[in-house]
């Protein structure tokens, strides 16, 4: 009977971090903070890794733009949430996935988010007043070698403002400064077909508030982006990200990013203090 209740426990601690989660990170287009906890990592401890429970929970303030595009920023508290459960099952951020081909250099699987796109209410009525939430699917695939990582998540929008698709790929290296301090600078690039950047950067006909603009499929979003993590002790550390992104082709094109409420280049950070477990 006792594992059956740790087990039931233990799902609704999922479902929590799931909520939790998708509510933290449903503002910005940026939703993960640093390295993603899919990718194979030599730098996990061997005690931590003795746990089919593992991952860190923090707790913090972050600044973004009201929305991708957006020349607003809000600074808001923010979780940073990152899960892993037998190390296979993760929830980071706003999205869930589960590696079912685990290798040394790679690891592979579905992933699902629940995009809740623009916050702002003023965009948020230029579609015919159409919500921008979306719940998608896909998949992922992470590879590390030493402290270098690639990853890549395709997704697809299977309900709610789209039925596009979007791909995100980054790559970053992690520097070991001293025994308690990392460094981890990252790029990446972000892509989308004209469903999906059309939901995100288009104005539709109706519009009282921009010029009617049509979107492509294409690379949207070029970012680079520093995540520090600076060790207090066994279970606890303070970590800091900063990232600066270009928006690129309709993006940028785009009369909301091109009118007073808009800009190009986008920043994003945060800081806070977090718990290992």
């Given at each position: 009977?006792?594992?059956?209740?740790?087990?039931?426990?233990?799902?609704?601690?999922?479902?929590?971090?799931?909520?939790?989660s998708?509510?933290a990170y449903?503002?910005t287009?940026?939703t993960?903070?640093g390295?993603?906890?899919y990718?194979?990592?030599?730098?996990?401890?061997?005690?931590?890794?003795?746990?089919?429970?593992?991952?860190?929970?923090?707790?913090?303030?972050?600044?973004?733009?009201?929305?991708?595009?957006?020349?607003?920023?809000?600074?808001?508290?923010?979780?940073?949430?990152?899960?892993t459960?037998?190390?296979?099952?993760?929830?980071?951020?706003?999205r869930?996935?589960?590696?079912?081909?685990?290798s040394?250099?790679?690891?592979?699987?579905?992933?699902?988010?629940?995009?809740?796109?623009?916050?702002?209410?003023?965009?948020?009525?230029?579609?015919?007043g159409?919500?921008?939430?979306t719940?998608?699917?896909?998949?992922?695939?992470?590879?590390?070698?030493y402290?270098?990582?690639?990853?890549?998540?395709?997704?697809?929008?299977?309900?709610?403002?789209?039925?596009?698709?979007?791909i995100?790929?980054?790559?970053?290296?992690?520097?070991?400064?001293?025994?308690?301090?990392?460094?981890?600078?990252?790029v990446g690039?972000?892509?989308?077909?004209?469903?999906?950047?059309?939901?995100?950067?288009?104005?539709?006909?109706?519009?009282?508030?921009?010029?009617?603009?049509?979107a492509?499929?294409?690379?949207?979003?070029l970012y680079?982006?520093?995540?520090?993590?600076?060790?207090?002790?066994?279970?606890?550390?303070i970590?800091?990200?900063?990232?600066?992104?270009?928006?690129?082709?309709?993006a940028?094109?785009?009369t909301?990013?091109?009118?007073?409420?808009?800009?190009?280049?986008?920043?994003?950070?945060?800081?806070?203090?977090?718990?290992?477990?």
């Amino acid at each position: 009977m006792e594992p059956v209740r740790s087990t039931l426990w233990h799902v609704c601690v999922l479902v929590v971090l799931v909520f939790l989660s998708t509510s933290a990170y449903g503002q910005t287009a940026s939703t993960t903070i640093g390295k993603p906890n899919y990718i194979e990592s030599v730098e996990l401890e061997t005690e931590r890794k003795k746990d089919r429970w593992g991952g860190q929970i923090g707790f913090g303030l972050g600044l973004a733009p009201q929305f991708i595009g957006s020349s607003r920023y809000d600074v808001q508290a923010t979780l940073d949430i990152n899960v892993t459960w037998n190390d296979t099952v993760f929830i980071e951020g706003d999205r869930a996935g589960v590696a079912l081909y685990k290798s040394r250099f790679l690891r592979a699987g579905p992933i699902a988010r629940w995009n809740l796109g623009r916050a702002n209410d003023l965009v948020a009525d230029i579609n015919s007043g159409e919500t921008l939430d979306t719940f998608e699917l896909g998949a992922f695939a992470g590879t590390s070698f030493y402290k270098l990582f690639l990853s890549a998540e395709a997704y697809w929008g299977v309900s709610g403002a789209h039925r596009g698709s979007n791909i995100e790929a980054e790559m970053g290296y992690t520097f070991e400064l001293n025994s308690g301090l990392r460094v981890t600078p990252i790029v990446g690039a972000n892509w989308g077909s004209q469903k999906f950047n059309q939901v995100f950067f288009g104005v539709e006909e109706d519009s009282v508030l921009f010029e009617p603009f049509r979107a492509k499929a294409g690379i949207y979003e070029l970012y680079a982006e520093a995540a520090v993590e600076q060790r207090l002790g066994k279970n606890w550390l303070i970590k800091g990200t900063v990232r600066l992104s270009d928006l690129k082709n309709s993006a940028a094109d785009s009369t909301i990013t091109r009118s007073e409420v808009g800009e190009r280049v986008q920043f994003s950070s945060f800081f806070g203090v977090v718990w290992l477990f």
